[in-house]
């Protein structure tokens, strides 16, 4: 581990990714490039002459050089250090892997800092991934959203700051003529800049995207590894690590007196250790299971060209013809992947149309945000607990207890159909849109847990002493 692992607030995080960065600044640029190299091979050639159509294809590739940097900052912050070699045989898993998902319908997301570790890191997709993402989105939302405003509001900045940086070097002629090319530009409608202005403005916006996603990158992974420790204790375990690296020496030396003072009757009983020994791994417990996993062939392009009849990439097509191609599939996939995505997000609007047929039951949740809800695991009288716990000065215990009395309610004698992934808010808009009774109650109750439970705000004695005397949840629910 290269850097020190501890629980950190959001700013705090960010600092360590932008830090992380820094120190390898040389190395995760070179990733970065690697990953915009069939960019600049292939569309540079080809529109050189149309700066603007470069620029916008530049951005579009953005997240395949960010999957790289981040390959090569993980495995550096963990001991490591891929060489060219593992980025080049990383690059087609980074242009494949959910091709359509990340480069179409969550390019212009602005949690990719944080979720893109979840997705490369961990393998993670379908339901595991938003389930995960859920969860780390549910303590550095509003750091990453800041976090995106600045990505946009730096990279034009620093753009123009290159651009008229590079104008200073000018020779004077030079500088006036551009100068009035572009006062004419925003004057006269229609007017094409020259050649040699728009492709410096191309290249301040291109290096500008280049170090803006290279920091951004680096802050978005610090903000995952800090949510990775508080969730899961990262530094514990690497602080265990330590302790028990520093009685190596202790123990080695016990180890070897150990050895020597019973070195003569090891020997006695060497050959029935041996027979305990084969007697153990001859066990079916001990049998070697191995899977063989087929790794997909890497993405290719000849069913584009089979689409567009050749277009794409041919000697016959002209460079513009086989973008416009492009861009029109892409234009044309992501109407359909939206269409696709309106019909599933309403479907429940299609229910019960076209025929009789019976719902399927779910599956009643026993665990809620990582809460035992089931009836064994609450106690006969769930207000009176709480009360007694509160008055122990177990105040998150007592909350914990009224709020998980609540939900397994709900789900058992109220019905509410609440997944084992909902968060409060999504309890408690699954209970307002149930019409089930007590919503008023069971909103007061998700307030003031939010509030001792995310913001560290103690309720009063009054509030607790009325959530129990009023408590409406006798008859508690079986989940």
């Given amino acids: 581990m290269t850097a020190e692992l501890r629980p950190r607030s959001e700013w705090e995080s960010v600092d360590l990714g932008l830090a992380l960065v820094r120190r390898d600044f040389a190395k995760l640029s070179a990733a970065w490039w690697i990953g915009m190299l069939p960019v600049l091979l292939i569309a540079l050639p080809l529109l050189r002459d149309h700066p603007f159509w470069f620029s916008l294809l530049f951005w579009w590739w953005i997240p395949v050089s960010s999957r790289l940097t981040l390959f090569k900052l993980s495995r550096i912050l963990f001991g490591e250090d891929p060489k060219m070699k593992h980025l080049w045989k990383e690059l087609p898993k980074a242009i494949g892997r959910r091709f359509f998902f990340r480069m179409i319908w969550a390019r212009a997301s602005p949690w990719r800092p944080l979720t893109m570790p979840v997705e490369d890191l961990e393998g993670l997709k379908g339901k595991d991934y938003s389930a995960r993402c859920r969860i780390l989105l549910r ?69 500008s995207m280049w170090l803006v996603d290279m920091f951004s990158v680096g802050a978005g992974f610090g903000i995952y590894i800090n949510h990775r420790t508080w969730i899961e204790g990262w530094d514990v375990e690497l602080a265990f690590r330590r302790m028990a690296n520093r009685l190596q020496g202790m123990a080695g030396a016990i180890l070897v007196g150990v050895i020597g003072w019973m070195v003569t009757p090891a020997q006695a009983e060497e050959s029935e250790s041996k027979v305990v020994i084969e007697e153990v791994l001859a066990h079916e417990d001990f049998e070697i299971h191995t899977e063989t996993i087929k790794e997909p062939e890497p993405w290719r392009w000849e069913w584009l060209e089979k689409l567009f009849g050749g277009g794409v990439g041919s000697a016959g097509g002209t460079g513009m013809d086989a973008l416009a191609a492009l861009l029109k ?7 359909i992947g939206l269409v ?8 429940h609007l299609f229910a019960g149309r076209g025929g009789t047929r019976a719902p399927k039951a779910q599956a009643r949740a026993k665990v809620v945000m990582g809460m035992e809800v089931t009836e064994e695991s609450l106690p006969d009288d769930v207000a009176v607990a709480a009360m007694e716990a509160w008055r122990s000065g177990r105040r998150q215990e007592a909350m914990s207890l009224l709020y998980r009395g609540a939900i397994s309610w709900m789900i058992g004698k109220g019905g509410v159909e609440i997944a084992e992934s909902d968060t409060e808010n999504d309890c408690l808009g699954r209970v307002k849109t149930s019409q089930v009774l007590h919503q008023e109650y069971f909103g007061s109750l998700t307030t003031e847990w939010i509030r001792l439970a995310y913001a560290r705000q103690i309720p009063s004695d009054e509030t607790i002493e009325s959530l129990c005397r009023n408590w409406p949840f006798r008859e508690r629910g079986a989940a």
């Fill in 340 to 347: 696709a995505w309106l019909i599933w997000k309403y479907r």
């Fill in 139 to 207: 303590r550095g939302d509003s750091s990453v959203i800041m976090l995106a405003m600045w990505r946009l509001f730096l990279t034009f900045w620093l753009a123009l700051a290159l651009f008229f940086t590079g104008m200073l070097f000018l020779p004077q002629n030079a500088q006036a003529e551009w100068g009035e090319a572009m006062s004419l530009w925003w004057e006269v409608e229609g007017l094409v800049p020259p050649l040699g202005l728009s492709v410096a403005i191309m290249l301040s916006l291109c290096v």
């Fill in 329 to 335: 599939f892409l234009v044309i996939g992501g109407l």
